[in-house]
């Protein structure tokens, strides 16, 4: 089993909707959690950390749930330029430390 | 600021041969990371460095090097290359760790012919 896991999508959606995607963590023991975005053959970069109570940055909103092991992103009223794939990474246990631990990306494509 | 930045951003090898990746940063930031991105698979670890002069290995190390002379460069070797390292790299810096945001160069695409 993967330690960080991601449905690969593609999510196809029409411009103004909302969607949502989960990112599933395998170890317990894992510490904090971000949202990276990745343009097409771009490097990633920071779209948010995920805190404890939740995160929220204008039309995003990402959500922990520790009990179950996940975490989620929700995009409202989505924009074209929101075309990307959405990166999860898991700061947990790698052999003898704690490592960043990213996911394969979610690809998300919105529509006219 | 130029952030991050690598060097080259493209590259052909054939199996055999060795090469240099440079990553640059002048943001001081203390702690440098080596990254491959495969498709269909996240971006894993190949070494990292906390400070001018300290390496550490990361998930998947073998067939690498590193090496970090001064802080803002962080050297990625690749000694004899081989197919299986077709890949992207990534090279990241961060102030504080691995709890603070991690910034990205634009890339390597390498391809081991």
């Known amino acids: 089993r993967k330690e960080v896991e991601q449905d690969p999508g593609p999510f196809n959606v029409p411009e103004g909707a909302t969607v949502a995607f989960n990112c599933t963590y395998s170890?317990?023991?894992?510490?904090?959690f971000f949202w990276y975005r990745q343009d097409c053959r771009k490097e990633p970069k920071l779209l948010m950390s995920?805190?404890?109570?939740?995160n929220e940055d204008g039309r995003f909103t990402a959500q922990l749930n520790r009990a179950s092991q996940y975490i989620s992103l929700l995009i409202r009223d989505s924009k074209l330029s929101d075309s990307a794939t959405y990166l999860c990474a898991v700061i947990g246990p790698m052999d003898s430390n704690y490592q960043l631990i990213w996911g394969a990306g979610t690809k998300l494509i919105i529509k006219p | 600021n130029a952030g991050v930045t690598q060097t080259p951003k493209f590259r052909v090898l054939k199996t055999g041969q060795s090469m240099t990746l440079l990553c640059a940063q002048d943001m001081n930031h203390e702690y440098m990371y080596w990254y491959r991105q495969d498709p269909g698979m996240g971006l894993r670890l190949i070494h990292y460095s906390v400070g001018e002069g300290t390496t550490a290995k990361g998930e998947v190390p073998d067939g690498y090097n590193v090496s970090r002379l001064k802080k803002q460069n962080f050297l990625l070797g690749l000694e004899s290359a081989a197919p299986s390292q077709t890949s992207v790299y990534f090279c990241?810096?961060?102030?504080?760790?691995?709890?603070?945001?991690?910034?990205f160069g634009p890339g390597t695409r390498l391809t081991v012919l």
């Open positions: 995920v805190y404890s109570s939740g």
């Open positions: 170890n317990s023991a894992s510490q904090s």
């Open positions: 990241a810096s961060s102030q504080l760790g691995w709890v603070a945001e991690q910034f």
